[in-house]
Structures are given as structure tokens and as C-alpha cells.
């Protein structure tokens, strides 16, 4: 070890040669200092699956010379003998900020007013949160105080970007060493950055999940129209760069597993592979991550536990939370169990400390070593394609490497070097001794109990002294100690100082001191077995004495399990389809045959097969006695605002036709359970009503516990929110806030005919288009240049088309026949006027221009606008022949639609069987699903209620909700799953409680309120 000491004072005097620049002028003597340096006597990991015991590393020139177990010494080599230590590949973060300048984010004030345009100078996209022209290499600035702590947590190299933005420019390869940028960089180019979070941008669009998708999609259109022009009509420096950076890897950073999802959909839409930055929430269907091919980047940013000490606490922790903290830390091993290729980051930890002590955490959760070596090197240099360079200790590779004290992942392993292209970085010194623990000092026959705390040569001692503790002054100068502290016992009272030397590895102390009253006298320190060991020790005696910790006990009665949702009332597996035959059951059939008494449903393969008084069931075939219950089609939510994820108005302009709700749906969304509880089956999803023309829609099946893509009713026609009233011209929202056109309902009218102008413009271009290449000799097809493909307008031709449908916000009569005039003077028809509160008033002009209608059932009077709403819309709607349905624009109300559909009776005497069509049949209409559901009639989809009375009643309860013939709701199951959630809570709370008592670190709980969606809710993240 003497010769690491020797190496120190070496390495100083060359540092000025290394850090000397080949392409610059040298102020002073050139001396270039070619020395091999020969380490000896190490277990050298060459890469993650390659150890060589009592091996040799030669270096050169900060690269590996070569490395093995019969390595000679070169003449003139400077030996290194480890005496048995470790050799690693130092680690590689693949997703970092170092180096980076800081980003200036100023919180915009209520007073300032929207920002429409872009106030970024220069021929640059339009939106401030698109930044491909962002070059990591051009803006990198070594940190030494960041490189330091880097160097200390065995990362020997990064990949570091500007985190800002949505496009976020492309990163660069740097290592963590202190020379200058030149020698630092590896690789300028190294790969292009993503995520959906719109960063420092101040500018109003987008202002929501589904808004940065849209804008991400967008752009990608615009690169490909824009690179066809060959700057022809217009130079963008920002399209440039982003052409530029498609053949780097694309790196994309997520927020949660959903997301991730989100994110590859783009990648397959484009033919472009993500490299997929984690949220550490993979677990929760690993499945659905493996389906995107994608290889992750995982974050270590295991929660803490809640402290739970008081039980009360616990009631604000919920489920989903506390069965995070618990399998979190189990998210690698399910990546490596799965065969998805990931690398670790340790972006988002508070402390650089915790990435090696949360990777062994995870190696506790069942990564294996071998696994967790190969993401922290090789695999974070691969996804970048620097293998070649970095990841491992193979000929020819940078010189980048770790000493290390012992396996790196053993609890008491410690990095002393660091090793940065050939270049020593000292952490700690291998010589230095280590005295914190607890002592036993006697001093001339009088014993005192020492403790030594503190890291990093800075000491503090602290001596027992009945039940309180006085300082020490503890000093350490090589092998000799120091200890000085002031005693009040039966022997001495006064200072006592005491000098000696360390031996056996800092386990005995000995010398001589002074005590009070100046007499010389010896003295000798024992150190004790640490707390630990004690611990272990006595939790040892108590399991062979039978008296074991009942808090252990309780902790792991039960074992973690994932469920699907991993929340409160998720599945522990996917629930499957199952053919059933009810029989002695009132049947509301919503067909022609009306309401049978007395008779049976068949269903098989997810479809109603047979319906009527005698069937016989089929052999083999579950029997379900219904008498005295109702069975009746799955209610259908025609206007919900549930399981959206981060969003449900794109406020920030006047037309959104380019969002989709369908690109966010949130499949872990609580309400799904909870409507499912009152019969719900499936949901229209609705943008808000921000705006005169809003976003697409979303239109799903509650299968709870599956993915938002298995939530989606496939093969259906479009739908889009359009909407009407005091939201969208948001002339009530102060004087800043009045920029963004219109703000009267006059400008309202004029925006739909400029939509729709431009819509039938833009068919017009793309109609041209394609008879002119029709008529184009194959060669010259290459050549031609086809339109801007405008998402916003596509959705606006659709609607023209009839193959996007519209439902409108509505309140006003005025209004209602303002949009079906401008209907039908542009070749357009509204679908669904929903809200329509005063639809009574228009209901024979809804019928002349076909529109139909779904409302509330008695709302009035909660805002100006509907000052004229009255009970009885539904009904006389109704009888003027419109398609009605009632529906929630609710979470809650969602959950007793029945309830609502049974207004209708009380308000306009409408009949039981037609009053429950409002939910089902309808709303079914409305969204051109009727050939699928909305009755009981064979060949129709198995979306049926088997309720425990009259459905229309108040008494009524949903006793089983199934979809496609799948039971996804079950009041007995119900109650299971509440005992179930009980248990698991109890079990978790015992597992935290026991993490406290062994010193874990633990968070305060504190209670978290969903957000839930309205028509004008303006979500606060964007």
C-alpha cells in the first residue's frame, strides 16, 4: 500500500502534462509523460460476467494495455501491488444534467396573461418547448465540485443533456474527471433527448399530457414535409437540428409506466426505437413494458417507508403508496426476470449516495450481482454505442476504473480510487484508519465508554457518563490519537488528555495521558462489536430462546404480491371470460320483446348467444339462478371525464382538434372500480370545454386492471368535443387573460367557419395533390412534394367526412342553432349536443338537422347560463323524437346513473323501460355502438347487469357487472377484496414499522387528493 502513497505525489506531478491539450499552445515546457502503470496482485472484474482472480491491469496513456493473470511487468512500469483489492469498470450514468447550465424557470403570474406566441429569437420552431437545436457538447462545462462527488460514487462517465423542454436538443459523453472540456468529452453527439414535460417554456401550448403528444407527432410531420422542401418556402434552424439528430439513439424520459407506453407509440408511429427513461413504476404490469421492445433506463429513487407509528397517519397512505415502497426496489429484478435490457441512472436520487446502497438494495430484492454490474457499465455504454470505449476493462478501452476494499456490492465495500482515463482520483485513503465504532478507554483502572463518529478524517467523540453524554475531542494524525474530554466521576474531575497510538487496524489503542491534577499515567481502548452485530447477536438468542421480535413476525406473514391495477381493489390476475346461463330473471332487453319475466340469458365467448324463456344450457356450462333480480344491459357513460392522465383541456388555443383523450388514458384510475360498482360498462372520455373546438375522445370499455390499449372499444367511429358558451370564450377570466381569440360568442361562430374554411382548403390541397401524382411517371414520384399533414385539420376533414363525430357542449338555445347553421352551410352535421339544457326549446330543429342529445337529468340553476334549464328536458326531448340519453360529466354521479335514468319518470312521466334506454341504449345510439351493446339480444357484445332490484330503483345494487362475458365487478368478490386490502394494509404497516425500528429512514405520510376531471378543469402541471 506504500506504493499508492508514493503513486499520490507521482500522479501530482504529471497532472499539468494530462491535462495539457494537444491542438493548444503550451505556456512552458512540453513534457508528455508516457508511464505504464502495472497494478498487481487484484481480482480484476474485466466486464460484468469476466473476473480474474490474482490478476495484473496494465495502462498507458489512459488506456487498458491489457489485462490477465500472467501480465509481465514492463520496464520502467510503475507497480501497483492491491494486495488482493478489486478492479472494476467504473460506473457510467446514462442519463445526467452535469455540466449543464442551470435552468432559469420564473413562475408566470395570474396577471401576466397567456403567451400564444414564441418569444425565442431566431428562425426556430414555433414553441418554445421544442429545442433540437440544443447541443449538450457546446453548452458542457466541467464541475470540479459535481466531478468530485461523481468520482465518489464510482462514476467514471456520463451522458449529460439540458433537461428542458419536450424536445430537448441532443447529449454528450463526458467524463467525470477535472482536466478541461476538451479532454473530458468522449463523444459530442451521443444521442437525442425527449420527454413530454414542457420544461422552462412559459408558453401557453401545450398545456396539457395529450397536448405535448400531439405537439411531439406534429413536429415529426413537419421534419418530413419540411425536409422535402429543401428550405425552398421557409429555413428552420430547430427542423434542421431535428433531422440532424434522428440517427442518434433517441432517448425518451417518462413519469410513470403509462407513459412509457405513451412514448413508444410515437417511436412505432415514426419507426423510431426509444431508449426508454424510467419512472421506477415498471412493475406494476411488466407485461405491457415488455410489449414496447424498448430498452429502460432505471432510476434508483426507492421511496422511503411512511411512518405509520401512529395509526391514523396510516388511514392518509394509500394502498397503492405504501405497495410501492415495499416493491419498487424489486423493479430491476423484474427487467432482468423478463429479458429487458436496462442500465441504471441515478437521476433523481437526493444523494449520489444512495445509487450503489439502492442498487444493493435491489440485488437484496433479487437482481443478480453479475446483472446489476453489467447496467451499471457495459450496458449504459452500449445503448450509446460506446462499448468500443467504455463499460469494460478490455484491451483498448478508456483507462477508466475503481479500486475498490472488497465486492463492490458487500455492504462494507469501500471505493478507494477512482480512476478517470488513466488518471487517479483518490476517495478515500487506502491507508487511512477507520475509528468510528464504540470503545472501551480504562484509564489507569477507570473505565469510560467512548463513541467516535463522522466520515471523511472529521471526528467527534462523545463519553457515557451515567445517562448523559459529554463531548470528546477525538484527533487523528496518521497512526497516533488524541483524546481530550473533561470527567466528573468518583476518580477524576477536571480534563483529561490522552495520547497513543492506533494498532491493529484501529482495534486497540494504547500510550500515555494526563489527568486532572497533572499526573502521567497509561491508558488503552478495546474497540466493541458494532450495534449491528450486537443486534444480530441478540435477535439470534432471542429466536433460540423462542422469545422472537412479534413485529418480524408480523412483517412477513404475508408475501408482496403485484395486483392489476397494483392499488386498492386490484386483481391478483387478469379475470377471465366465462360462459354463463342465467336463468329466472327479469331481462330488460331494450329490443323489440320488452321486458321478460321469468327467463334466461345465454352467453358464450364474450357475446349474448340466446335470449328468451326456454334455453338449456349447454353441458359443462355455470348456471346462475337470478330470481327475483334484473338483468340489463351495461350502462353506458355517453360524457365522463374518468382515467385521464394529466389533462383534460388543452385551454391554449381555440381549436385542439389535434389532441386525442385516447392518448391518455389512465387505466389505473380508481373510478373505473368504483362505476363498474354501479353498472357502468363503458364511457365515452371527453376533453374539456375550453375551447370552441376541443380535443378527440376516448372510447373504452371499464375493463378494470387491463391496459389503456385493451380499454379501448376497438373499431369505432371518432368522436371529438366541441363546445359552446361562456368556457370557451374566456371573457370572464380577467383583463390579462383576454387574448386568445374569441371572447363573445360572435367570435365563437366566426371560429368554427375558419375552421371548417380551412378544413375544406386543406382537402382541397391534399385532393389536387394526389391527381397530379396519379398522373406522375414512377421516377417522378420520387420527386414530388406533397402537403403539410396538419393533425388539427385531418381531424376537421374527418368530421366532413362523417368519420369524426362531434359532440358539443352546449347550453344556450342561440347558440345551439348558431352551431347547427354553421352545420349545415359547411357540410357538417353535430352528433351529440350533450349538457343541452335547453334543448327543449330546439328539440324540432335538433331533429331536422339529426342531431341528438344527452343532458343532465335535473340540474338547473348552478350558473348563469343555465338560468332556463328545467327536470323536464329529458322527457320532452324525448317525445319529440330525439335520441336522449342522461350522462355524469361526473366521477361520483357516474356511479348511480341508474338512479338518474329513473328522473325521467318522476320529471315527465316517461316510461321504466324507456327512462332506462338513457343510459344504455341511447348513449349507445349516440356513439354509433347500438349494432354492439345498449340491449340484451344475441350477437351483441356480453356487457350486461345482474342487479339485486328494480334497476331503477334507489335500493337497487349492482350484484355482478360483466363485459365481453368477463366478470370485472362481483358484490361478493367485493367484499373479499375489501378483507383482502385490510389484511395486505395491516401487513404493510407492520413491514414499515419494523423498517423504523432497524433504523430506515422513513417519510411523514401525508394525504394525497385525486384530481378529478371536469368540463373546466385547467390542470396546474403544464
Known amino acids: 500500500m506504500k506504493h499508492l502513497l508514493a503513486l499520490s505525489f507521482f500522479v501530482a506531478l504529471i497532472t499539468q502534462t494530462l491535462n495539457a491539450q494537444e491542438t493548444f499552445p503550451v505556456n512552458g515546457t512540453h513534457n508528455e509523460n508516457h508511464t505504464y502503470y502495472y497494478f498487481t496482485n487484484a481480482t480484476v472484474h474485466v466486464d460484468y460476467e469476466t473476473v480474474i482472480e490474482n490478476a495484473s491491469l496494465l495502462v498507458q496513456n489512459g488506456y487498458v494495455v491489457t489485462v490477465g493473470a500472467d501480465v509481465k511487468k514492463p520496464k520502467g512500469a510503475v507497480k501497483i501491488d492491491l494486495d488482493g483489492k478489486h478492479i472494476y469498470p467504473s460506473f457510467i450514468d446514462p442519463f445526467s444534467n452535469y455540466g449543464m447550465p442551470k435552468i432559469e424557470k420564473s413562475k408566470r403570474k395570474w396577471s401576466d396573461g397567456p403567451q400564444i406566441d414564441s418569444k425565442k429569437p431566431g428562425a426556430y420552431t414555433w414553441n418554445q418547448a421544442l429545442n433540437p437545436e440544443i447541443d449538450a457538447a457546446k453548452i458542457f462545462k466541467t464541475d470540479k465540485k459535481t466531478s468530485k462527488e461523481l468520482r465518489a460514487n464510482g462514476f467514471g462517465a456520463v451522458l449529460t443533456h439540458q433537461t428542458d423542454g419536450i424536445i430537448r436538443g441532443t447529449s454528450t459523453s463526458v467524463l467525470t474527471g477535472d482536466a478541461n472540456e476538451n479532454k473530458m468529452m468522449i463523444a459530442g453527439y451521443s444521442a437525442a433527448m425527449y420527454s413530454f414535460k414542457k420544461g422552462s417554456s412559459k408558453q401557453d401550448y401545450p398545456g396539457s399530457l395529450m397536448g405535448a403528444i400531439a405537439l411531439l407527432r406534429q413536429t415529426h410531420y413537419d421534419a418530413e414535409w419540411y425536409s422535402s422542401l429543401q428550405n425552398e418556402d421557409e429555413y428552420n434552424l430547430g427542423l434542421d437540428a431535428f433531422l440532424a439528430n434522428q440517427t442518434l439513439p433517441q432517448i425518451f424520459a417518462v413519469t410513470d409506466y403509462l407513459s412509457a407506453v405513451r412514448a413508444d407509440k410515437i417511436g412505432d408511429e415514426f419507426g423510431i426505437q426509444y431508449i426508454i427513461k424510467g419512472s421506477g413504476d415498471e412493475y406494476k404490469n411488466i407485461e405491457y413494458i415488455k410489449s414496447t421492445d424498448a430498452a429502460f433506463i432505471l432510476p434508483l429513487s426507492f421511496p422511503k417507508a411512511y411512518d405509520v407509528t401512529d395509526p391514523y397517519d396510516a388511514l392518509v397512505v394509500t394502498t397503492e403508496d405504501m405497495k410501492h415502497w415495499e416493491l419498487a426496489p424489486t423493479n430491476p429484478a423484474l427487467f432482468e426476470k423478463n429479458t429487458i435490457p436496462f442500465a441504471f441512472t441515478a437521476d433523481g436520487l437526493k444523494k449520489k449516495e444512495m445509487y450503489l446502497s439502492n442498487i444493493r438494495k435491489a440485488i437484496e430484492n433479487g437482481l443478480s450481482e453479475e446483472y446489476a454490474l453489467k447496467a451499471m457499465t457495459y450496458n449504459p455504454a452500449s445503448l450509446i454505442g460506446l462499448d468500443d470505449q467504455l463499460g469494460t476493462l478490455e484491451k483498448g478501452r478508456i483507462a477508466n476504473f475503481l479500486i475498490t476494499s472488497d465486492n463492490i456490492f458487500n455492504e462494507d465495500s469501500k471505493i478507494y480510487e477512482n480512476w478517470v482515463k488513466g488518471e487517479q482520483y483518490i476517495i478515500k485513503d487506502v491507508n487511512a484508519l477507520d475509528l468510528v465504532g464504540s470503545y472501551s478507554v480504562n484509564v489507569d483502572g477507570k473505565k469510560y465508554e467512548l463513541t467516535v463518529k463522522g466520515k471523511d478524517g472529521k471526528l467527534k467523540g462523545s463519553i457515557k457518563q451515567d445517562t448523559s453524554k459529554i463531548k470528546a475531542t477525538v484527533k487523528l494524525d496518521g497512526q497516533l490519537v488524541a483524546i481530550s474530554f473533561v470527567a466528573d466521576d468518583e476518580k477524576y474531575n477536571g480534563l483529561i488528555s490522552l495520547s497513543g497510538k492506533v494498532n491493529f487496524k484501529s482495534g486497540i489503542w494504547d500510550g500515555r495521558g494526563q489527568v486532572p491534577g497533572g499526573a502521567w499515567v497509561k491508558w488503552g481502548a478495546i474497540k466493541q462489536k458494532s450495534k449491528v452485530e450486537s443486534e444480530k447477536k441478540k435477535d439470534k438468542s432471542k429466536k433460540e ?478
Not at 323489440?592 to 340469458?601: F, P, Q, W, Y
Request: hydrophobic share 35%; proline share 3%.
Open 545 to 1022: 430462546n423462542g422469545s422472537e421480535d412479534s413485529l418480524s413476525t408480523l412483517t412477513f406473514e404475508l408475501s408482496p404480491a403485484i395486483w392489476y391495477p397494483n392499488m386498492a381493489f386490484g386483481f391478483d390476475s387478469t379475470p377471465k371470460p366465462q360462459d354463463i346461463l342465467f336463468i329466472n330473471a327479469t331481462i330488460w332487453t331494450n329490443d323489440t320483446v320488452g321486458i321478460l319475466k321469468n327467463a334466461s340469458v345465454l352467453i358464450q365467448n364474450g357475446k349474448i348467444t340466446a335470449v328468451g324463456k326456454e334455453i338449456t344450457a349447454p353441458e359443462g356450462i355455470a348456471t346462475i339462478d337470478a330470481k327475483g333480480k334484473h338483468l340489463t344491459p351495461g350502462i353506458i357513460d355517453e360524457h365522463s371525464h374518468i382515467a385521464i392522465s394529466r389533462g383534460v383541456n388543452e385551454c391554449t388555443q381555440a381549436v385542439t382538434a389535434e389532441v386525442s383523450i385516447s392518448d391518455v388514458v389512465n387505466s389505473d384510475d380508481i373510478n373505473i372500480y368504483r362505476q363498474l360498482a354501479g353498472g357502468v360498462t363503458a364511457s365515452q372520455l371527453l376533453h374539456g370545454s375550453c375551447n370552441p373546438v376541443g380535443g378527440q375522445s376516448a372510447l373504452i370499455k371499464l375493463r378494470w386492471g387491463s391496459s389503456p390499449e385493451e380499454m379501448k372499444i376497438k373499431n369505432t367511429a371518432g368522436f371529438i368535443k366541441f363546445a359552446l358558451g361562456e368556457n370557451v370564450k374566456q371573457s370572464n377570466h380577467g383583463d390579462a387573460s383576454r387574448v386568445r381569440f374569441p371572447q363573445t360568442r360572435m367570435g365563437v361562430e366566426q371560429v368554427y367557419y375558419n375552421a371548417f374554411t380551412r378544413a375544406q382548403e386543406y382537402e382541397l390541397e391534399w385532393s389536387e395533390f394526389f391527381q397530379y401524382y396519379d398522373a406522375l411517371k414512377k421516377k417522378e414520384k420520387d420527386l414530388a412534394v406533397p402537403p403539410r399533414k396538419d393533425l388539427e385539420l385531418d381531424a376537421l376533414v374527418q368530421i366532413m367526412n362523417e368519420k369524426r363525430f362531434i359532440s358539443c357542449h352546449s347550453y344556450q338555445q342561440s347558440e345551439i342553432n348558431m352551431l347547427m347553421h354553421v352545420g349545415d352551410s359547411m357540410g357538417f352535421r353535430v352528433n351529440t349536443f350533450t349538457h343541452i339544457l335547453e334543448g327543449y326549446k330546439v328539440a324540432d330543429k335538433m331533429k331536422a338537422h339529426g342531431a341528438g342529445g344527452s343532458t343532465f337529468s335535473d340540474w338547473w340553476a348552478y350558473k348563469y347560463e343555465v338560468n332556463d334549464a328545467i327536470p323536464y328536458n329529458g322527457a320532452l326531448m324525448h317525445e319529440q323524437g330525439i335520441v336522449t340519453a342522461y350522462n355524469s360529466d361526473d366521477a361520483e354521479m357516474g356511479r348511480r346513473l341508474n338512479q338518474e335514468a329513473a328522473k325521467a319518470v318522476k320529471y315527465g312521466g316517461v316510461s321504466e323501460e324507456e327512462a332506462l334506454k338513457f343510459v344504455t341504449l341511447n348513449p349507445a345510439i349516440l356513439l354509433h355502438l347500438d349494432d354492439r351493446m345498449g340491449s340484451i339480444t344475441a350477437g351483441k357484445d356480453a356487457d350486461i347487469v345482474l342487479w339485486t332490484a328494480h334497476p331503477l330503483s334507489i335500493y337497487a345494487k349492482a350484484e355482478k357487472t360483466f363485459i365481453d362475458g368477463i366478470c370485472y365487478y362481483d358484490l361478493q368478490t367485493d367484499l373479499e377484496l375489501r378483507k383482502r386490502e385490510q389484511a395486505e394494509r395491516a401487513r404493510l404497516i407492520a413491514k414499515m414499522l419494523a423498517a423504523k425500528k432497524n433504523g430506515a429512514p422513513t417519510q411523514k405520510p401525508v394525504k394525497k387528493e385525486q384530481k378529478l376531471y371536469h368540463c373546466d378543469t385547467v390542470d396546474s402541471e403544464y
